[in-house]
């Protein structure tokens, strides 16, 4: 980052980001924006997000305006019974507090139709999206678009786009801001379920692609595995559709964990996190919730590309088969072995690994100290 940066009178003053959807494509957008925070501090930056993802991006510093799309709601009700008014009257009001600003760019991170049309009816100088769109999302750019790779991991793809608007930068932060309430709001949820302090090790075993799911018995003997080698305590974590298959799971332990599926919210789920060992989970977003953290991650991989998706940073595993057809990105399979044949013994010595490795380098920092 140069001073040139920072003093461009040029530099733009309303800034607005349209990511919506998902929550881990959310969270790998927030080194997006703090890198913009960084190159253009006097910007306003306000973000465009649907309502299951606004969770991860509210009372975050550098944004002056969390805008939500209820499109998801809208629908629901449109469908469930005769409320075209009430859903006329509420997409106008978002699309008012939208265009309420004049922007100097807009910047589309989703590419697609639904982002290409809010970012159409935006008013901005600037239009700035990715190749790759889809949907023809592309057609409501102003300029062309931002080349990316994508090979490249989705944080790296979204630094292009900002290398293109002329930031620079040699670190950034993609942290979910979490306040005390959200902490002591976690610590009373613990304590309530009988947790007296120890250490955690959380596990999230559910993911909305059929493909991408790893058996409940599979996570029950892994559970026990690691209550047999550490000193621990095991909680899960998913929503509240997840209860009963979680539930399941914590039935064929021989020890029993928390079940927190469903008990938090998005910034609660993410205080979590930051006080676990480590996280064992599928392809999802608490994946990357609890990489932002900071917490390490062992990632349970199949139909999926943890290239492009995987847990971004150090300290991480990422756990395979092997399959010859992996990733095929497909929702649905007759096979199923990319995740099947991932074994317990080799996500239980990642694990170790994790619990290790943090030993050394705790007793690393005494030595120094």
Known sequence: MTNHMRSNKNAPVEILIVKLS?????IHTLAFLDVLHQNFPRAKIDWLVEEGAAGVIEGHPAI???????RKSW??????????GEVSR????FLKEMRHVRYDCVIDLQGLLKSGVLAGLSRAERKVGMSGAREGAWLFLKEPSVKVNYDQHAIDRYLEVATQLGCQWDRWDNRIPVSETHRHTLDQLLAGHGFTGGNLVAINPMAKWKTKLWEPDLFAALGDRILTEFPCRIVFTGSQDDRPIIENISSMMKNRPLNLAGKTGLKELA??????????TTDTGPMHMAAAMGCPVVALFGPTSPLRTGPYGPGHRVMTSGAVCSPCFKKTCDQWSCMRDITVESVFEAVREVFLLE???????????
Request: glycine share 4%; proline share 2%.
């Open 75 to 84: 629908w629901l009700k449109l469908v469930e019974g005769p409320c075209f």
């Open 64 to 70: 002056r305006r969390v805008i939500i799309s209820r």
């Open 359 to 369: 030993k050394t380098s705790k007793s690393q920092k005494n030595d120094n100290a």
């Open 271 to 280: 205080s979590l996190y930051d006080r676990c060992r480590v996280l064992i």
């Open 90 to 93: 509420e997409i106008f009001s």
């Open 22 to 26: 998902a929550i881990g494509d959310v």
